[in-house]
Every structure is written in C-alpha cells, then in structure tokens.
C-alpha cells in the first residue's frame, strides 16, 4: 500500500511521458511499431517495477504467424500493461468508447489506431466492431476484452460474440490469455497497486475453420471455456 502511494505520482507522470513519446514517434513511423516499441519496452516494465509486481508468463511458442485476435478476462486496469508486455507484437485494443475523452489517453489511442465502441448503441457497436476487422485483415493484431468489462470477483462473465463474428468471418485465429492476480494488485475502482505476482498464461490457437459448425455465440462459448481450463490451471 506504501510503495503504491509512494510510486502513483511516478507512474502517472511515466504514462504521460510514454503517450507524448509515442504521440512523436507516430509522426514518422507506423502505429504499430510504435505501440509495440513504447508499450512492450518502456512503458509496461517500468509501471511493474515501480509498483513491485513480477510476472509469471507462460508462453505459447506455438502462436500463429498471421494477425491474430487475443482474448483476455478482465479484472483489473493493469490487465492492458499486462497483455502488452506478454505479446511481443504491436497490439491494437477494442475499448469502451468512455475513454476516448480521457485526456492524452484518448488521443494517444486514437492516434494509434485503437478502436472505441458504444455499446450503448447497436448499429454504432457494429460499425467499431467491423472497422476492428478491417484491422485485422490489413496486418494488425487485435486484443478484446470479451466480457465487456471488469469482473467484481474474479469469475468469467459472459463473452459478448463481437469479437468472434470477426474472427469467423475472416478465418482469424483467436489466441486466449489467462491473467490472474492482476486483481489482487489492483482492485477494480482503485488507483493504488500492491506489489505481488500476476501470472499470466498463452494459450493454445483457436481457429473457427475448425470448428464449421459453430455459430458465433457456440465460438464464444468454447473460447470461454477454454480460458476458464487456463484460469484454474494457474489456481493450482
């Protein structure tokens, strides 16, 4: 809790600095080099050694050379420095479109090509839904939150099937991450982190070609229940 005080003001002023850096960056370089240079190398590793936290990764050397979509639950607000500093590629995020009037934040995820969605509006959700698609076909690896917000306890909750519409559409493999103690670090509502262990696992590629049969909402459900397998294999 002390080192969480202590450390906020440095992690604040870190994220500024990284998001004008990156902000510069994307003046002569693609977004997603820029991402993949500012979230992977600079930014992510210094917020967990400031707050003292060590990640366990468990990593997938199986993971598909294409674009892929990368599905994590969702517990906390270090789960987004956690999926970066994990992937080692340039990572594009589907977000609530709240925080695109977060000051430099939204404008640094804009500028960097991050997709915002209104779910609060269907047709609206579906547009932000199929642009994230055309990402993806175009070479950019995706990353989804797919219960849609914060979990309060830990459980999974339902997977919304945004995600694997367009995954099914376009054949996009879909790669689940596991993260657990990410919430004990950061409570959902919090602003000060604890140090402590988050592990993280990569899990085995899905592809919807493999599964024909599947609707969306079946797809979803199965990748739900195969983070869930992941989930309680870090328990034990």
Same mark, same amino acid.
């Given at each position: ?47 967990? +050694? ?55 934040? +939204?404008?640094?995820m804009q500028a960097m090509g991050m997709i915002f969605v209104d779910r609060g ?32 306890? +830990? ?34 509502? +919090? ?21 024909p049969d599947f609707t969306s909402a079946q797809l979803a459900n199965y990748a ?13």
């Open positions: 809790m002390i080192r969480g005080i202590i450390f906020l003001p440095l992690v604040l002023v870190w994220t500024l600095l990284t998001g004008v850096l990156g902000l510069l960056l994307r003046i002569f370089f693609k977004p997603e080099k820029c991402v993949y240079w500012i979230a992977h190398f600079l930014w992510s590793p210094v917020v967990f +050694g400031l707050y003292g936290i060590k990640l366990r990764i468990r990593k997938n050397e199986n993971l598909p050379d294409v674009p892929a979509i990368f599905i994590a639950n969702h517990t906390s607000q270090l789960d987004i420095p956690v999926v970066v500093y994990a992937i080692p590629r340039g990572l594009f995020f589907v977000a609530k479109k709240e925080l695109a009037k977060v000051p430099l934040l +939204g404008q640094y509006n269907r047709e609206k959700a579906i547009q932000s839904m199929n642009e994230a698609a055309k990402k993806v076909v175009s070479g950019k690896n995706l990353v989804t939150f797919p219960e849609g917000t914060r979990s309060e306890n +830990g459980a999974l909750l339902p997977f919304k099937k945004g995600s694997f519409v367009i995954a099914q559409n376009a054949n996009i493999p879909i790669v689940p991450i596991a993260i657990s103690g990410a919430e004990k670090a950061l409570k959902k509502g +919090g602003f000060i982190a604890h140090s402590g262990i988050i592990k993280v696992t990569i899990g085995e590629v899905i592809w919807p070609k493999e599964h739900q229940m195969e983070l869930e397998k992941l989930i309680k294999a870090q328990q034990n």
